[in-house]
C-alpha cells in the first residue's frame, strides 16, 4: 500500500458505512452471494452488488464463481494491511492531538503565571 492513490481509493471504499457493514458480514460468514448478503442489508441487490465491486476493485474481497453463483470472501492480508495502515494514521494523529494539547497546556499556564503578577486585586 505505497501508491498514494491505492490509498486514496482504499480509503474511499472503506469510508462507506454499507461496505464496512458487508466486511463485517463476510468476516462473520467466510463467503456470500450478493443475495443471502442483502437479506442483511437495508439496500437492493443490485446496490450490494455495486458496493461489492467497489471492495472488489480495491482488494478487499474476491469473487469466485460457483455454478450460477458469486461467491464473495474477504481478502484477510488485504484486510489486514489496510488495517495496519488504518492504525498508523490513528498512531499519527494520536501524536499530533497530544502535540496541540501539550501546546494549549503550555499557553494556559503562562497565561495564569502572566495575569497573577499584573497588581489588580479582587476588591474595588
Known amino acids: 500500500m505505497s501508491d498514494p492513490h491505492e490509498d486514496d481509493d482504499l ?18 460468514r467466510g463467503q456470500a452471494t450478493a443475495t443471502t448478503l442483502t ?9 450490494i452488488s455495486k458496493h461489492l ?23 484477510e492480508r488485504r484486510l489486514a494491511e489496510a488495517t495496519g495502515a488504518l492504525s498508523q494514521v490513528a498512531n499519527r494523529w494520536d501524536l499530533r492531538l497530544r502535540a496541540i494539547k501539550q501546546l494549549a497546556e503550555q499557553a494556559h499556564a503562562a497565561d495564569i503565571g502572566g495575569s497573577s503578577g499584573n497588581g489588580l486585586t479582587d476588591t474595588p
Open 11 to 28: 480509503w474511499d471504499a472503506m469510508a462507506d458505512p454499507t461496505r464496512r457493514k458487508l466486511l463485517d458480514l463476510l468476516v462473520a
Open 39 to 47: 437479506a442483511d442489508m437495508p439496500v437492493s441487490r443490485q446496490a
Open 53 to 75: 465491486s467497489v471492495l472488489q476493485r480495491v482488494g478487499l474481497i474476491d469473487a469466485h464463481r460457483q455454478g450460477r453463483e458469486v461467491r464473495y470472501e474477504v481478502r
